[in-house]
């Protein structure tokens, strides 16, 4: 996931990318000036990327920020964000701070991450993460936490999850999370655990 990245000129260039850069997503110079992360695709996949926001494409899908005419996409990604006034006002306040992240495989977005620089003990720490249910296991969530890691700037990256969530404990131990701790007494039975990334 997430290997192939490609450099072209900006998304507004309909052409094919112009040279492979390495396995990890690593700013290219636009006309713009604006960091794009660009991979192997057709441009025209993606109408909605604007050389306006930092963005990645990784083969099959794409991450960019989220602005505010994502939020009524969010709503549709996450019930909780569609009738939850509180989790709503977490999201936008994270779209007007450049620390909401969305992602798809074409229009509209299906998943979305909030990224809390220094929320947990000064620790920069992931604390929304949700894909759409039919666009479970493709990839999306790998892609949001690869470009969280590259955006985070602390060198400890937190997160948690609950005991519950086996989907979740699986892919954060794949990527090398490792657990720190468990919180009992927020959800009745079911503990949050606290993973954490050392990133380099």
């Not at 000129?9 to 990318?17: D, F, K, V, Y």
């Not at 969280?148 to 060198?155: G, H, I, L, N, V």
């Not at 999850?161 to 989907?167: E, G, K, L, V, Y």
């Amino acid at each position: 996931m997430g290997g192939r990245v490609v450099e072209g000129t900006g998304l507004e260039n309909r052409q094919a990318c112009k040279r492979l850069v390495g396995s990890n997503p690593t700013p290219s110079a636009t006309s713009q000036n604006v960091p794009v992360f660009l991979g192997a695709f057709c441009y025209d996949k993606f109408p909605r990327i604007s050389v306006a926001r930092p963005s990645y494409i990784f083969t099959g899908m794409w991450v960019r920020l989220s602005t505010e005419r994502d939020l009524e996409d969010i709503a549709r990604i996450d019930a909780v964000a569609g009738v939850d006034a509180d989790r709503r006002a977490l999201v936008s306040q994270a779209i007007a701070e450049n620390t909401c992240w969305v992602a798809g495989r074409g229009n509209p977005p299906e998943g979305y991450l909030v990224l809390s620089p220094r929320h947990f003990f000064g620790r920069d720490f992931v604390s929304l993460v949700v894909v759409k249910g039919s666009a479970r296991r493709r990839g999306l969530a790998t892609a949001l936490f690869q470009v969280a890691e590259t955006s985070a700037t602390t060198r400890q990256l937190f997160t948690s999850t609950n005991q519950s969530n086996r989907p979740m404990q699986a892919l954060l131990e794949m990527r090398g999370y490792q657990k720190a701790g468990v919180i009992d007494h927020l959800d009745l039975d079911d503990p949050e655990i606290v993973f954490v990334r050392y990133l380099s």
